[in-house]
């Protein structure tokens, strides 16, 4: 029900930003977030954003990657920054209840496929 873009091959330093939208469900209704699977790794939180824009990111993230949200266009954002090999893996966006809820329930987006090259 989540559809996942923009990723792509980008040489380190570079910048992305990954857009997360929805045909089936409503953006406004949920707390939305961005994961990552690198691979042979455990799928790990990246970021997250309340309804009301507050926003969380895991240690990583902090300083480098920015997630927003458009209620209107129903679409979550994740901007990335300085973007170093190890941040190589597939990205998935998640809609759910609550930000403290959506590690184990709500919805998964298909993924998009962040490459960084050194």
């Known amino acids: 029900q989540l559809q996942a873009s923009g990723g792509g091959l980008v040489q380190a330093g570079g910048s992305l930003r990954l857009a997360c939208t929805s045909s089936g469900i409503t953006f406004e209704d949920y707390a939305l977030g961005w994961f990552r699977q690198a691979p042979g790794k455990d799928r790990e939180f990246v970021a997250a954003?309340?309804?009301?824009?507050?926003?969380y990111y895991e240690d990583f993230a902090k300083g480098r990657f920015s997630i927003s949200r458009d209620n209107a266009k129903n679409t979550v954002y994740l901007q990335m920054n300085v973007l170093k090999p190890e941040d190589t893996a597939v990205y998935f966006c998640?809609?759910?209840?609550?930000?403290?809820?959506?590690?184990?329930?709500?919805?998964w987006g298909q993924g998009t496929q962040v490459t960084v090259s050194s």
């Open positions: 998640r809609a759910g209840t609550t930000v403290a809820t959506m590690t184990s329930q709500g919805y």
């Open positions: 954003i309340t309804y009301r824009g507050g926003t």
